[in-house]
């Protein structure tokens, strides 16, 4: 492509790093000596299809910069009485990226070299019959010019969303931290001693809000109910499922007489058609138990909770095997019920499956073992057994954990 063709239309669009740039009709502010006719510098502007404004004073080029805001100022430097240095200095007060662009008829190489480090951005040598070259140095400026305020203006854009996006979430922090207050006073106080039974239990959860959830009241004949909850998986919506859970608690204890449920599964049929009329996403595993202290007996159900609960005493541990669906997922499922003597000192110890998340064994039934081995070993309190399981020094716990004890003397 020869040069009468490459700018034969001054219009052109130029395609660069995915932006594109018209660097044709461009305002170009000329500073030259006065004339009583137009230059030939004007002519060969305005017939390259540029417009152009000329001023030939320090103030005029100043007042035209910050009123029109040209897209390059062209300093004609032949003959001119201004000071140069100072023009540009204060050109570029006004416009840090300004395109400035020397032309000379001589070479004045000295004070060329000065001006460019005072701020020029270009120079040229201009000699008759050179336009084509002038609209290429100024068409070149021009689009550096353009792509430099192009990604000023996306830096900034950038920069304001970033700040947007920072206040928003410290607003979404802010609302979850009150959630998790609210949730955290949804929760029965802990250590609680009830009769010779103590409640003791620890959330950790992987975000702010958790949908782990524990509750525990003692029974109108006495008896102590306790569960621990964990919602599928985690965060707000999770956390909003305890919510229903805490208030089908307050429903149990107050009505427990009138629904009349008579063991651990039958609580546990009641809480899946309650959770069923809900029409949740989440569903829910739990562990129920009700503790006998006339009987010294505990009574069980489990609904898919796992690892399951590990009842320990003076010389033993063991899981309380049993198994049982989620809720809130079937409409008529069987939860089963047992009973186990208490030793005389015990501790049920349980668990969400978060647990596993954190430990470094490789199977399920590994894992399984050193919990149970840990219990074994005599941590049977919350703080224990957190620290012996390397919890409390895990940063950002990638499920929630929670750990639940209930322990009392017959």
């Not at 500073?31 to 320090?58: C, H, I, K, M």
């Not at 240095?85 to 840090?96: F, G, M, P, Y």
């Not at 609210?182 to 958790?210: A, E, N, W, Y």
Request: include cysteine; glycine fraction near 8%; hydrophobic fraction near 40%.
């Amino acid at each position: 492509m020869g040069e009468n063709e490459l700018f034969s239309d001054h219009s052109v669009w130029i395609r660069c790093a995915g932006i594109r740039l018209s660097v044709g009709n461009s305002e170009i502010l000329v500073v030259e000596q006065p004339s009583d006719a137009e230059s030939e510098l004007q002519r060969l502007l305005q017939d390259s299809g540029f417009n152009t404004t000329n001023v030939t004073t320090e103030g005029d080029c100043l007042s035209q910069i910050r009123t029109s805001k040209p897209d390059l100022v062209l300093l004609s430097l032949s003959e001119l009485t201004l000071d140069a240095h100072s023009l540009i200095r204060e050109i570029l007060k006004i416009d840090a990226a300004m395109p400035i662009i020397l032309t000379s008829v001589n070479g004045e190489e000295d004070r060329l070299v000065s001006l460019l480090e005072a701020g020029a951005t270009d120079f040229l040598r201009f000699m008759s019959g050179q336009g084509t070259l002038l609209k290429y140095v100024i068409d070149k400026s021009i689009q550096r010019h353009s792509i430099h305020q192009d990604h000023i203006t996306s830096e900034e854009k950038l920069e304001d969303l970033n700040l947007k996006l920072g206040e928003n979430l410290k607003i979404l922090e802010r609302d979850q931290q009150a959630g998790f207050r609210v949730q955290r006073g949804m929760m029965p106080p802990t250590p609680t001693t009830i009769g010779k039974v103590t409640f003791d239990h620890r959330i950790f959860p992987s975000l702010i809000l958790s949908g782990d959830f524990i509750d525990y009241f003692e029974l109108p004949d006495g008896r102590m109910l306790f569960y621990i909850a964990d919602v599928s998986g985690h965060g707000a919506s999770s956390a909003f499922v305890t919510v229903l859970l805490k208030s089908l608690s307050r429903r149990l204890q107050r009505d427990f007489e009138s629904l009349g449920l008579d063991s651990p599964g039958s609580i546990l049929v009641w809480l899946n058609r309650e959770i069923l009329q809900c029409d949740l996403e989440q569903h829910v595993t739990m562990f129920l138990g009700i503790v006998n202290c006339d009987e010294n007996t505990l009574e069980y159900s489990n609904a898919a909770q796992f690892p399951g609960a590990i009842l320990s005493g003076d010389d033993l541990a063991q899981f309380l095997e049993i198994g049982g669906l989620p809720l809130g997922l079937y409409q008529s499922p069987e939860y089963d019920s047992r009973s186990v003597l208490l030793p005389l000192h015990f501790t049920i110890v349980m668990f969400s499956d978060g647990v596993f998340e954190i430990m470094p064994q490789q199977t399920l039934k590994a894992k399984e073992e050193h919990l149970l081995s840990v219990v074994k070993c005599g941590k049977r309190d919350v703080e224990a057994l957190a620290e012996q399981l390397g919890i409390e020094s895990t940063r950002n716990v990638p499920d929630d954990i929670a750990v639940f004890t209930v322990a009392g003397v017959r």
